[in-house]
């Protein structure tokens, strides 16, 4: 079956600019987990649900940051008034759980470059 | 907190060779799973291999195994037989085991390269 997908694969904006990044999780996963990795870096946590409950986003940097998935399934990742620290690699994973040892199938992640 | 750490930023292994690769990672908790994960230049991440902390076997799959030394809290991935597809960046990756804080913690990772 298909993985998880993510669109854009590469975003470029200006500083100011407000993107918008995808993430089109395995169906049936409950799970759904954004991560953002900084070049030469491990990805850091950023948010996560449940379905369609936001339970955790102590890992959002800031208020630009906004995530929702409205249905439990496709999600969206929105920032706000892009900074030039905002440039990363942003990583979208689903599980068919959070507890447990269930595995989180990544993405192929969505490179954001602010110029 | 948990933290991660990955000490080795690079490391090189011969083809058909054996490479080990290291992990550290600090908790208080004592119910837990750690993970390797594989990142090859594509970008999408791969679960190479899984341990719960509550089991003392050390897990395998196939050319990979884990030194795992819940005292020491260390977390080794042993590569045997390398291969040239196993070059990629390596992640240690820890995950509580309670409640819903069910994120990955990631340590920095280390690039294996793999030579003839």
Known sequence: ?115 | AQTVTQSQPEMSVQEAETVTLSCTYDTSESDYYLFWYKQPPSRQMILVIRQEAYKQQNATENRFSVNFQKAAKSFSLKISDSQLGDAAMYFCAYKRGTGTASKLTFGTGTRLQVTL
């Open chain 1, 1 to 115: 079956g298909a993985g998880v997908s993510q669109s854009p694969r590469y975003k470029v904006a200006k500083r100011g600019q407000d993107v918008a990044l995808r993430c089109d999780p395995i169906s049936g996963h409950v799970s759904l987990f954004w991560y953002q990795q900084a070049l030469g870096q491990g990805p850091e946590f950023l948010t996560y649900f449940q379905n369609e409950a936001q339970l955790d986003k102590s890992g959002l940097p800031s208020d630009r940051f906004f995530a929702e998935r409205p249905e439990g399934s496709v999600s969206t990742l929105k920032i706000q008034r892009t900074q030039q620290e905002d440039s990363a690699v942003y990583l979208c994973a689903s599980s068919l759980a959070g507890r447990g040892s269930y595995e989180q199938y990544f993405g192929p992640g969505t490179r954001l470059t602010v110029t």
